[in-house]
C-alpha cells in the first residue's frame, strides 16, 4: 500500500465541571486568557509565524474546542503548526517519520505542561489522529474496490444493499 499521510494532529483537550450545567457538561476552562498568553510566550521562538483564526472572535464559551490561534514555522511552511483554542491545543504535521513526530510532539507538551501546571485545567484527554488521503473520482472509479485495493479494507454488506452507489466512506476506530 502506497502511503499518502497527509497529516497527523496531537491534540490535548480540557473542560471544567460547572456546577450549575447539566452533568457531564464540561465548560471551558477560567484561566484560558492567561494561558493564551503563556502559549505565544513560549512557543513564539520555534513557531514565528502567528495566524490569529476567525473563531477568535467567538464568545470563549461558543467556542470551546474549536482552534483560535495557530502558529507554524514559518508563513510559508504549512506544516509543523501548533493551535490553540479554549479547551483544546494541537500540534499538527505531515511528517512520516514517527521518531521525528514523536520528538516534536514530546518537545511541545513539555512546553505546555510549563505553561499550564499552575492553570485549573480539568478532565484532560489526549488523543492522536492520522489522516491518509487518496485521490478518488466518485464518477469513473468503484468505492470498495479503490478501498480494497488501496487500503487493504473489505467492506461488505448484506444484499439488499448496492455498494456500486455508495457516494462517500468514513472510517473510525478507537
Do not use: H
Not at 51 to 61: D, H, I, W
Not at 102 to 116: G, T, Y
Amino acid at each position: 500500500m502506497k502511503k499518502n499521510l497527509s497529516e497527523v494532529v496531537f491534540e490535548i483537550g480540557w473542560g471544567a465541571r460547572d456546577p450549575f450545567a447539566p452533568v457531564g457538561v464540561i465548560v471551558n476552562s477560567p484561566d484560558y486568557n492567561i494561558l493564551l498568553g503563556k502559549f505565544l510566550e513560549e512557543f513564539r521562538s520555534n513557531f514565528t509565524s502567528l495566524e490569529t483564526l476567525p473563531s477568535a472572535g467567538m464568545p470563549e464559551g461558543l467556542a470551546r474546542g474549536i482552534v483560535q490561534y495557530r502558529l507554524r514555522t514559518s508563513n510559508i511552511e504549512k506544516f509543523p503548526l501548533i493551535q490553540l483554542g479554549p479547551g483544546i491545543f494541537s500540534v499538527n504535521a505531515n511528517i512520516d517519520n514517527w521518531s521525528n513526530f514523536s520528538k516534536l510532539i514530546i518537545d511541545s507538551v513539555e512546553k505546555f505542561n510549563k505553561i499550564s501546571k499552575n492553570l485549573s485545567l480539568e478532565n484532560i484527554k489526549m488523543s492522536i489522529t492520522y489522516i491518509f488521503a487518496q485521490e478518488f473520482d466518485f464518477e469513473k472509479e468503484d468505492l470498495p474496490q479503490f478501498i480494497q485495493e488501496k487500503l487493504g479494507i473489505s467492506i461488505s454488506m448484506n444484499n439488499e444493499r448496492n455498494l456500486s452507489n455508495l457516494k462517500s466512506f468514513s472510517f473510525q476506530s478507537k
